[in-house]
């Protein structure tokens, strides 16, 4: 795919800054298991503490959206999933998925919940994460999303500790969650074990998905798988 020099960039609207387009198989939420594409754009305002995909922080190229569904489309996927940094960092991103559900693909947003969603296509499903206070990022969580949301949309918290549990299942709570949607809860890879947060939920009796990164497991996280 031909990138585009940054002055021409700014001055069009169809242009992405991209670090990486590629054929995996859906590591999480409700597309779990399914053959995805994978557009990560670059950028990111946020610095969570255990993030796994800082090197999309900067670099990128420029890439119009053209370019990206044509390369999109090479793969032959039915899933494709619009991910990051934080991909709502670059109002273009709200016409790509756009693009895309027109092209009729199944398209999941990833987005770190820190940046308004009310423009995002209602036929994208938005995976929003609520950020943990272990996160280092809690602050950034901005809570008028969470009225947006609707049954095809699914939340995500990552949990690094048992505070970080007791925190989530209070939040859930609150703002009733699972009447909404999904709610999925995923370990901090190196931080608490699995079967520790899967006890906590099966305890409780708790009323979310407990999942694990598929990635992780089958690629230990390299970067385009
Ligand atoms: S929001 Fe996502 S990409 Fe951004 S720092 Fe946090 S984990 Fe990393």
Same mark, same amino acid.
């Given at each position: 795919?031909?990138?585009?020099?940054?002055?021409?960039?700014?001055?069009?609207?169809?242009?992405?800054?991209?670090?990486?387009?590629?054929?995996?198989?859906?590591?999480?939420?409700?597309?779990?298991?399914?053959?995805?594409?994978?557009?990560?754009?670059?950028?990111?305002?946020?610095?969570?503490?255990?993030? !796994?995909?800082?090197?999309?922080?900067?670099?990128?190229?420029?890439?119009?959206?053209?370019?990206?569904?044509?390369?999109?489309?090479?793969?032959?996927?039915?899933? #494709?999933?619009?991910? *990051?940094?934080?991909?709502?960092?670059?109002?273009?991103?709200?016409?790509?998925?756009?693009?895309?559900?027109?092209?009729?693909?199944?398209?999941?947003?990833?987005?770190?919940?820190?940046? !308004?969603?009310?423009?995002?296509?209602?036929?994208?499903?938005?995976?929003?994460?609520?950020?943990?206070?272990?996160?280092?990022?809690?602050?950034?969580?901005?809570?008028?999303?969470?009225?947006? &949301?609707?049954?095809?949309?699914?939340?995500?918290?990552?949990?690094?500790?048992?505070?970080?549990?007791?925190?989530?299942? *209070?939040? #859930?709570?609150?703002?009733? &969650?699972?009447?909404?949607?999904?709610?999925?809860?995923?370990?901090?890879?190196?931080?608490?074990?699995?079967?520790?947060?899967?006890?906590?939920?099966?305890?409780?009796?708790?009323? #979310?998905?407990?999942?694990?990164?598929?990635?992780?497991?089958?690629?230990?996280?390299?970067? *385009?798988?």
């Amino acid at each position: 795919m031909n990138a585009v020099p940054d002055e021409a960039a700014q001055a069009s609207p169809d242009r992405l800054r991209l670090t990486e387009i590629f054929l995996s198989l859906q590591g999480e939420a409700r597309a779990i298991g399914w053959p995805t594409v994978f557009v990560r754009l670059t950028g990111c305002p946020l610095r969570c503490q255990y993030c !796994d995909t800082a090197y999309a922080f900067h670099g990128g190229q420029w890439h119009d959206i053209d370019a990206i569904l044509a390369e999109v489309a090479s793969y032959g996927a039915r899933h #494709v999933c619009v991910t *990051g940094g934080e991909p709502l960092a670059q109002k273009r991103c709200i016409g790509l998925l756009k693009r895309l559900c027109d092209a009729g693909y199944e398209v999941s947003l990833e987005t770190s919940g820190a940046i !308004d969603i009310s423009e995002v296509d209602l036929r994208v499903s938005r995976v929003l994460d609520i950020k943990t206070p272990g996160s280092a990022e809690v602050h950034r969580n901005l809570w008028s999303n969470l009225a947006l &949301l609707t049954p095809h949309d699914q939340v995500k918290f990552v949990i690094c500790s048992r505070e970080d549990y007791d925190w989530a299942r *209070g939040i #859930v709570a609150e703002h009733r &969650l699972t009447d909404i949607c999904d709610v999925l809860f995923s370990p901090s890879f190196t931080q608490i074990k699995p079967s520790d947060l899967a006890d906590w939920i099966v305890a409780d009796r708790l009323p #979310v998905r407990f999942q694990l990164q598929l990635h992780k497991i089958l690629w230990n996280d390299e970067p *385009g798988r």
